[in-house]
Each structure stands twice: as C-alpha cells, then as structure tokens.
T-cell receptor, first 117, second 115 residues
Framework: AQSVAQPEDQVNVAEGNPLTVKCTYS??????LFWYVQYPNRGLQFLLK??????LVKGSYGFEAEFNKSQTSFHLKKPSALVSDSALYFC???????????????FGSGTRLQVQP | DSGVTQTPKHLITATGQRVTLRCSPR?????VYWYQQSLDQGLQFLIQ???????AKGNILERFSAQQFPDLHSELNLSSLELGDSALYFC??????????????FGEGSWLTVV
C-alpha cells in the first residue's frame, strides 16, 4: 500500500525567507504525488502535483515542489515566504490500483507552517 | 471556489442520532470521495464512488454508509453517532480517465459536532 510521511508537525519561518515543507513517500511503481493547503476553517486547496517529467513542479501561489526519486521525497518549497502562507499543508499520494476507477489519495499527517512577520 | 458543494456546513446533534451529509461534485466529475478529518486521526479516506457505483473503501465504519445518485450527487449517512464521530467531513470529486494524474478537488467540508 502507498503512504506518505510528513516528519515535521510544524515549520516556523520568517517572512521573506525561503521555506521547505518535507514529504517522503512509499509506493510500488511510479508515484503520483500531490500537495494541498488548508487555511483555517476552509477546505483543502490543490497546490501542485507530480505525475511524470520534470522533477521541479511549479504550482499555485508561488509554490514549487522538488521530486527526488532516489530519496523518495517530494518537498514543498517557496523562495520567499509570506505571512499569508501560514496554513496546514498536506502531502498526498494517489492509489495506483490496477482498477483504474480507484484513484483516492492517501494523505500525510500534515505540517503546520507558521510565517512570522 | 473548487466547484464542490457540501451541505450543511455545520451540524450539531446528539449521541445515538443519524445525520446525512450531502455533496454535489464539480460539473462533469463522475467520481466522488469522502474523507474524515479529526484531530487524532488526521485525514482519513472513507469511501469512493464512481458513476453511481462504490469503487473503493477506506476506513469507513459500519455505522456509516454512502451512495451516489444518478445526478451524481452523493450522500454520506452517519448513524448511531458517538462523541468520537465529531469531525470535519470532506467531499471531493474528480474526473476519472485513463490518466492517473487527475486532480481531486475538495469542498469546504461539513463540521459535525456530536454532543
């Protein structure tokens, strides 16, 4: 079964500094990886995904993620953090069952990002 | 706005009761997913429907059931409610094609409080 791990419960960064939110994955076969963000009292918003191709994926709100197959990682990054980036971030991996109708996501435990002014 | 609509947004009910959460997927999406988010369990996949048929089951309790109707909206039924069922319940939807990278879009969730 596929899984993802987010080793940090919380990440603190100063506004203007680069940020990294870590994610490692475990799958058999090729991984399909996603990042979502949850703002307070809101639903999950899609940020970006890695399917195949370029290891650096660009997404919404200036976020990007780096896929590293040898390290089985998919870390979320942003060159310059904003206070408004403070939220809960989830990494997820897609169900790759041979049943093509089964495509649910398995989520990590989430990382709370706190950006200080 | 993701295009996924969930009702009600908030619900307070007593232990032992039954509630129904409703979800309208994005236009054109055939697949609906239900997730539960709680403080101790994180985001747990409950169940997936595709074009009216159950397609995948996750950590869904026997007291819970779901269905997807011909117009593609879905309902999650929670019965014999316990305090521990208090959580945020998300519905999500996606197209399902041969391509495995289809994005899943989430609604704003239904907050359930069991007292």
């Amino acid at each position: 079964a596929q899984s993802v791990a987010q080793p940090e419960d919380q990440v603190n960064v100063a506004e203007g500094n680069p940020l990294t939110v870590k994610c490692t994955y475990s799958v058999s076969g090729n991984p399909y990886l996603f990042w979502y963000v949850q703002y307070p009292n809101r639903g999950l918003q899609f940020l970006l995904k890695y399917i195949t191709g370029d290891n650096l994926v660009k997404g919404s709100y200036g976020f990007e993620a780096e896929f590293n197959k040898s390290q089985t990682s998919f870390h979320l990054k942003k060159p310059s953090a904003l206070v408004s980036d403070s939220a809960l971030y989830f990494c997820a991996v897609r169900d790759m069952s041979t049943d093509t109708g089964r495509r649910a996501l398995t989520f990590g435990s989430g990382t709370r990002l706190q950006v200080q002014p | 706005d993701s295009g996924v609509t969930q009702t009600p947004k908030h619900l307070i009910t007593a232990t032992g009761q039954r509630v129904t959460l409703r979800c309208s997927p994005r236009s054109g999406d055939l697949s609906v997913y239900w997730y539960q988010q709680s403080l101790d369990q994180g985001l747990q996949f409950l169940i997936q429907y595709y074009n009216g048929e159950e397609r995948a089951k996750g950590n869904i309790l026997e007291r819970f059931s779901a269905q997807q109707f011909p117009d593609l909206h879905s309902e999650l039924n929670l019965s014999s409610l316990e305090l521990g069922d208090s959580a945020l319940y998300f519905c999500a939807s996606s197209v399902i094609t041969g391509e495995t990278g289809n994005t899943i879009y989430f609604g704003e969730g239904s907050w359930l409080t069991v007292v």
